[in-house]
Structures are given as C-alpha cells and as structure tokens.
C-alpha cells in the first residue's frame, strides 16, 4: 500500500498557504474617499487656456501698458523681432502650433526703481472649456504690475503655445 502522509502533509501545508494569504487578497481592495480626492493643483504647471490643436492658431498681442514691447518668436528665423507700441494691437500668425513668444519692455533696463514693473500677461477662456475664442485666436492682454503688489509673482516673460493645444505663461 502506498504511503499517503507525505501527500496528506504535502495538502494540508498547500491548504494552510492558502488561508494564509487569502486575508492579503482582500486587503488589496480598497473603498473610495468620500469626498473623492482631487488632482487638481492650481500653479503655473498649469495651462491658463487652450487652442484647438486641429486648427490654426492666431495670437492677438493687446498692449495694455504705458510702454513700447518687444516681442519675437524662438526658434522661428522667418518671424524677426519686433515691436508694439503703447495701446496697440498685433496678430501673429502662420508660426505652426508650438511656439515661444518673449514679450519684454522695449527699455528692459529702467532708469530708477520707481519704473520698474512687471508684465502680466491674460487670456480670456470659455469658463467651461477653457478654450479660446471661435477662430482660434488666443488673444493675450499685456499689462503693467506692480513689482512690491506680489512677492513670489516675477512677472511673465514668454507666451507658450504646446503642440497639444495648451497655453501657458511664464
């Protein structure tokens, strides 16, 4: 007759494994947060708009301030820099869907601190989708901000237009 301890032993240590890692089965499980937790983390990571990647997308350069801009597009020798002057408008185009657009007071050196500002840059956006305007035109309104209002707030320098339709500014 064959000897069936080592089988019965062999079972009964298979049968104890398993009990014992049944409770760590379930434990993987885990139940929702009530409320549910949120990613969104307001910050420059951000993007403060979005284009319609599919389409071409305008930039409306609106200067709000006291001051001739510059402006130029990085990495594109077919657009030279240039200018704007005080209350003036610009529309740039035909510069793809990815873009660096610097935007700098045309004296960027002030004579004395009390004409030192910053640039702050805005785009109005749908509320809901936080797209742009129908034509998919970003139309970005530079303004004067006080250096002293802000302390952690540097001023924006450059426009970012991302291949996938996001806005952002820095």
């Known amino acids: 007759m064959p000897n069936i301890r080592p089988l019965t032993a062999s079972l009964s240590l298979l049968t104890m494994a ?49 001051v001739a801009l510059d402006y130029d597009i990085s990495n594109l020798e077919s657009f030279p820099p240039a200018s704007v002057a ?38 109005p956006v749908d509320a809901r989708t936080q797209m742009v305007g129908a034509d998919n035109v970003a139309v970005i309104t530079v303004t004067k901000g006080d250096v002293n209002i802000e302390e952690r707030f540097y001023g924006h320098r450059s426009i970012n237009l991302q291949p996938t339709g996001a806005i952002f500014f820095y």
Not at 91 to 116: C, H, K, R
């Open 86 to 123: 005080p209350g003036e408008t610009v529309l740039l185009e035909n510069f793809g869907d990815n873009a660096y657009i610097m935007v700098y007071p045309e004296n960027a050196t002030p004579s004395t601190p009390e004409q030192s500002f910053l640039l702050k840059f805005t785009v």
């Open 18 to 66: 398993f009990v014992g890692l049944t409770p760590a089965l379930y434990a993987t499980i885990a139940e929702a947060q009530d409320p549910p937790a949120t990613t969104y983390q307001p910050g420059f990571w951000q993007p403060v708009g979005r284009f319609d990647p599919k389409k071409p997308v305008k930039v409306k350069l609106v200067n709000k301030t006291d």
